[in-house]
């Protein structure tokens, strides 16, 4: 019933002991610009969701949500944080998350991601903090990656990614 709550812009369930199906509907309210549903016991499938343009924050961590990663992003999306970090979803790291210019940070650890990581993330221009350790992503780190003025920190660790470590991302290299 969330869901008719057409006028709803944040909405906070975190740190608590809810269970079954995670409400997909949620994610495509209009108006909702914060979603922390973190440190529940959320399940199900929410790769076919398509996200709201106006949701600025959401914090879905720690639950047992699987599936692929949503990848109905749309390049007009407010987008500045995605916590999906400590959940089940597998698959590869959709390549549409690169059209989110406003995204700031982005946590994937602790899924059961593979695949590689792709160049198209280096379009997110606004990008602080990329971590997905702990997944099965193998291949290079992209070089492109270096081209984020804003990029501060990158955590890739416990993974099967290989090759050189691209100078790009060294500190006084162009």
């Known amino acids: 019933?969330?869901?008719?709550?057409?006028?709803?812009?944040?909405?906070?369930?975190?740190?608590?002991?809810?269970?079954?199906?995670?409400?997909?509907?949620?994610?495509?309210?209009?108006?909702?610009?914060?979603?922390?549903?973190?440190?529940?016991?959320?399940?199900?499938?929410?790769?076919?969701?398509?996200?709201?343009?106006?949701?600025?924050?959401?914090?879905?961590?720690?639950?047992?949500?699987?599936?692929?990663?949503?990848?109905?992003?749309?390049?007009?999306?407010?987008l500045q944080l995605i916590n999906l970090s400590f959940n089940r979803f597998s698959g590869e790291i959709p390549a549409t998350l690169g059209q989110l210019q406003d995204l700031e940070y982005l946590w994937l650890d602790s899924n059961q991601l593979q695949g590689t990581i792709p160049s198209a993330l280096a379009n997110c221009s606004s990008l602080i903090h990329f971590s997905a350790a702990g997944n099965s992503l193998t291949g290079l780190i992209p070089a492109t990656f270096g081209k984020i003025q804003s990029l501060q920190v990158i955590s890739l660790s416990g993974n099967s990614l290989g090759g050189i470590i691209p100078a790009s991302l060294l500190c006084g290299s162009s």
């Not at 008719?4 to 269970?19: D, E, P, Q, T």
């Not at 909702?32 to 016991?41: E, G, K, M, Y």
């Not at 879905?60 to 990663?69: E, Q, T, V």
């Open 1 to 78: 019933s969330l869901s008719r709550c057409v006028f709803l812009r944040a909405l906070y369930l975190h740190y608590n002991s809810f269970s079954g199906a995670f409400p997909p509907e949620i994610l495509n309210l209009r108006n909702l610009q914060v979603l922390n549903a973190a440190h529940n016991s959320l399940a199900g499938n929410i790769s076919s969701v398509t996200v709201s343009k106006s949701l600025r924050y959401v914090d879905l961590s720690s639950n047992a949500l699987s599936g692929k990663i949503p990848a109905n992003f749309s390049a007009e999306s407010s």
